[in-house]
């Protein structure tokens, strides 16, 4: 379910009164030509900067697209360097604009936990706190962008694996969000499954449940695609740990069938597919499962760092394929610790699929151990992995 770890860093589609040049890089970044989007959007920002009285409605669509190819890219100095200078630039204006300010740092508070770097990024939300502090009467942009900040905030707490604390503050967050933005708003459906995330992690699989199937009830066309998808990958996850796999791959390829009909190469495709060969795996068709996983995505897999070579090592793993399922795993363990902590589920997850591997008694009781002292005897990996 690691899916729902993170949002809002993918474009959404075009946006009324798109320029024409954006609405074509985005069609780029739709079918996964990453690279040709960078350079075209590079290419353009210099254009827009270089007149003499550069535009910020112009300039500012621009930086942020590229600082989403650039993360997409894994590009986490280049992605950092775009919204640095783009602080600069309109902290430096006669009247700085405290929305573009407040989005600025977030961003970058963004950029600092995919990177792995939780202190800086609590010192970037901790600054956009302090600044809407100072708003009197904040306009309903700024409102937003607090908001957002508290999304990321929630999923900075998640990746610490402070589960608790992630769905603590999301629930004190959501009935504000709902009220201010309304109950349909983008931010309060990423909030509401960051909640799901950190309710699953924690084992809490039926609520998790709960949520997800709360969101894909909503209306067609009222709940973005990307929310939406991490709400069906979510449900998927909760019905495969309490032993619906199949349930799972329904929900799984009903959405996938149609993504691969319109956008095969798409992030969401990708994500997609790691979440069935989840479900395909615990039905131990482990062959299929393998397929879907074997072909590296394109671009970094920053909302998941790590799952799909843990995907292929589990599907590896039930072929028989004991040394290529290592080294999945090694791979899958060596992304996961750059971006989460120790503690972290899918750290553990992985930890115990190569504890499966190596089948030693060490490996078996250093995994066990941990999952005992940070998620407690009532988890259910705890349980797993203690009877294995």
Request: charged share 25%; glycine share 6%; hydrophobic share 45%.
């Amino acid at each position: 379910m690691a899916s729902l770890a993170g949002r809002g860093l993918w474009p959404r589609r075009r946006r009324p009164g798109e320029d024409a040049e954006l609405k074509d890089v985005r069609a780029l970044i739709g079918t996964g030509e990453l690279a040709e989007a960078g350079h075209r959007l590079r290419h353009l920002l210099a254009v827009r900067q270089g007149v003499r009285k550069p535009d910020p409605g112009r300039v500012t669509p621009v930086q942020s697209m590229l600082w989403t190819v650039e993360l997409a890219l894994g590009r986490f100095e280049e992605a950092l360097q775009i919204v640095d200078a783009a602080r600069s630039a309109a902290e430096s204006s006669r009247r700085p604009p405290v929305t573009r300010v407040m989005a600025l740092r977030s961003m970058a508070a963004t950029t600092h936990l995919l990177a792995g770097r939780f202190a800086p990024a609590e010192a970037e939300l901790a600054e956009v706190a302090r600044i809407y502090g100072t708003c009197s009467a904040p306009k309903p942009a700024t409102v937003k962008a607090y908001f957002a900040s508290r999304a990321v905030s929630c999923r900075l707490l998640s990746n610490q694996a402070r589960f608790d604390a992630s769905a603590a503050a999301a629930d004190e967050l959501l009935p504000r969000a709902v009220m201010v933005l309304g109950a349909q708003s983008p931010l309060v459906y990423r909030i509401v499954l960051q909640r799901a995330y950190a309710l699953a992690m924690l084992g809490r699989y039926e609520q998790a449940e709960s949520v997800c199937r709360s969101v894909l009830a909503v209306r067609p066309g009222a709940v973005p695609e990307v929310e939406r998808t991490d709400s069906a990958c979510g449900l998927a996850y909760c019905l495969v740990e309490t032993g619906r796999a199949r349930e799972a791959e329904t929900v799984l390829r009903e959405l996938l069938a149609s993504c691969e009909r319109d956008r095969p190469v798409s992030h969401v495709a990708s994500v997609l597919r790691r979440e069935l060969a989840n479900a395909l795996s615990r039905q131990s068709r482990f062959e299929e499962a393998l397929a879907l996983v074997d072909v590296p995505p394109s671009g970094a897999q920053l909302h998941a760092p790590g799952e799909r070579q843990f995907q292929r090592a589990v599907a590896l793993l039930g072929l028989g394929r004991r040394e290529e399922a290592e080294a999945a795993a090694e791979q899958a363990l060596a992304a996961a610790r750059t971006a989460l902590a120790p503690a972290h589920v899918s750290v553990l997850e992985i930890r115990t699929v190569l504890a499966r591997v190596r089948d030693t008694p060490g490996e078996w009781a250093a995994v066990t151990a941990d999952w005992l002292t940070h998620y407690g005897p009532d988890h259910p990996r705890t349980r797993a992995a203690a009877a294995h």
